[in-house]
Structure formats: C-alpha cells, structure tokens
C-alpha cells in the first residue's frame, strides 16, 4: 500500500503562482513515477504531468505544457507542481497519483491522493 498527501491548494488571482505538494509513504519502492491529474467540475480527469521517481524524466499534458513544470529533489523528497501564470481555468481538484510509466492514460496510475483544490479567480 501507498498512502499519498497532497498539500498546497488554494485560491489565487488569475495570473498569480501555486506550488503542490505530494507526499508518498509506505511501500514506495516499487514506485516507478509520480504524476499529477486534474478534475474540473463537470469535467473528466485529466493528465497534468509525470515524473520518474529518481526525477530525470518527466511528462506533460498539452493544457499544461510550458506554466506548469514538475519536479523533485530526490526520491525522499515530494514531488512538486509548480503552477505559474494560473488561469480561471485551470481551476480544479487536483490529485497526484503513483505511476507505473510516464504515459498520460489512468490506467497507468494505482494509487491516488485524497485531492486538493485550485480556484483561480478572474
């Protein structure tokens, strides 16, 4: 089992900055990456971003590519989104989740955070 604590949510002005964070515990040694989703309401869940669990690789989804970036210190450390130049619609719960590729589908995803919200406001 793999427990997952996200941190870091809340409400930001449109243009503003957000950074998440994503802690793992239990057996996490047979973790192969750390990725982050997003669900808007009404929406379906929707790829962010991923990366390996040394942190040398990492993936994005085409609506987050270029303000968002992901990363880690190393493996004892959390697993960061950094969410810049944040718009209205960017607003979602956002859940990280433990991966078993760098691929974007949820299947490739077991274990999920409880989620924490981003409200961007105009």
């Known amino acids: 089992q793999v427990q997952l604590v996200e941190s870091g949510g809340g409400l930001v002005q449109a243009g503003g900055s957000l950074r998440l964070s994503c802690a793992a515990s239990?057996?996490?040694?047979?973790?192969?990456?750390m990725g982050w989703f997003r669900q808007a309401p009404g929406k379906e869940r929707e790829f962010a971003a991923v990366?390996?669990?040394?942190?040398?690789?990492?993936n994005y989804g085409n609506s987050v590519k270029g303000p968002f970036t992901i990363s880690r210190d190393n493996a004892k450390k959390p697993v960061y989104l950094q969410m810049n130049s944040l718009k209205p619609e960017d607003t979602a719960v956002y859940y990280c989740?433990?991966?078993?590729?760098?691929?974007?589908?949820?299947?490739?995803?077991?274990?999920w955070g409880q989620g924490t919200q981003v409200t961007v406001s105009s």
């Open positions: 989740a433990t991966a078993r590729t760098l691929r974007s589908g949820r299947r490739e995803y077991d274990y």
């Open positions: 239990g057996r996490t040694f047979s973790i192969y990456g």
């Open positions: 990366i390996s669990w040394s942190g040398g690789s990492t």
